[in-house]
T-cell receptor, first 115, second 115 residues
Framework: AQSVAQPEDQVNVAEGNPLTVKCTYS??????LFWYVQYPNRGLQFLLK??????LVKGSYGFEAEFNKSQTSFHLKKPSALVSDSALYFC?????????????FGTGTKLQVIP | DAGVIQSPRHEVTEMGQEVTLRCKPI?????LFWYRQTMMRGLELLIY????????DSGMPEDRFSAKMPNASFSTLKIQPSEPRDSAVYFC?????????????FGEGSRLTVL
């Protein structure tokens, strides 16, 4: 069975500092990995995804993520945090093999950017 | 593009009443998902449709829950009878027919409160 772990319930970072939101996964075969962001009282919004190729993926709002196969990780990063980045972030994985590919979400990490 | 449209945005009802949540996916998307989000359980997949056919309903809590997708542009999630523990935010999401590589597009959610 596939799974996603987001080990931190909350991450606090000062505005202007780099941020990292951690994600590790377990899946049979090659993974397809996604990051989503959820602002209060809103639906999830897609940020970026890793399918194949370059391990560093760039997405919306200046976010990027690095796929590390040996560590089975897909950490979300941003060089300089903004107060407006404060939100709930979800990592998700989908297996590349099999007829039906279920999407599994992590439990979410609340990012708080402090002015 | 109007995005995924859900209605109602908020619903307050009394225990035992029937609740119907509605979803209009993005035009051209072939996959539709219903999720439930609570503080305690996070984001749970309830049911997944592909080309209007239910593929995975293993997440549907019990017989009180039912979902239909009569055509490519409309889906409903019905709870009958409703119970206080059904209180949650229900999200509908759609995805294009891109296999497991396609990201999900979420609606704004329907917040259900059962008294």
């Amino acid at each position: 069975a596939q799974s996603v772990a987001q080990p931190e319930d909350q991450v606090n970072v000062a505005e202007g500092n780099p941020l990292t939101v951690k994600c590790t996964y377990s899946v049979s075969g090659n993974p397809y990995l996604f990051w989503y962001v959820q602002y209060p009282n809103r639906g999830l919004q897609f940020l970026l995804k890793y399918i194949t190729g370059d391990n560093l993926v760039k997405g919306s709002y200046g976010f990027e993520a690095e796929f590390n196969k040996s560590q089975t990780s897909f950490h979300l990063k941003k060089p300089s945090a903004l107060v407006s980045d404060s939100a709930l972030y979800f990592c998700a994985v989908r297996a590349s093999s099999g007829g039906y590919q279920k999407v599994t979400f992590g439990t979410g990490t609340k990012l708080q950017v402090i002015p | 593009d109007a995005g995924v449209i859900q209605s109602p945005r908020h619903e307050v009802t009394e225990m035992g009443q029937e609740v119907t949540l509605r979803c209009k996916p993005i035009s051209g998307h072939n996959s539709l998902f219903w999720y439930r989000q609570t503080m305690m359980r996070g984001l749970e997949l309830l049911i997944y449709f592909n080309n209007n056919v239910p593929i995975d309903d293993s997440g549907m809590p019990e017989d009180r829950f039912s979902a239909k997708m009569p055509n490519a542009s409309f889906s409903t999630l019905k709870i009958q009878p409703s119970e206080p523990r059904d209180s949650a935010v229900y999200f509908c999401a759609s995805s294009s027919q891109a296999g497991p590589t396609g990201e999900l597009f979420f609606g704004e959610g329907s917040r259900l409160t059962v008294l």
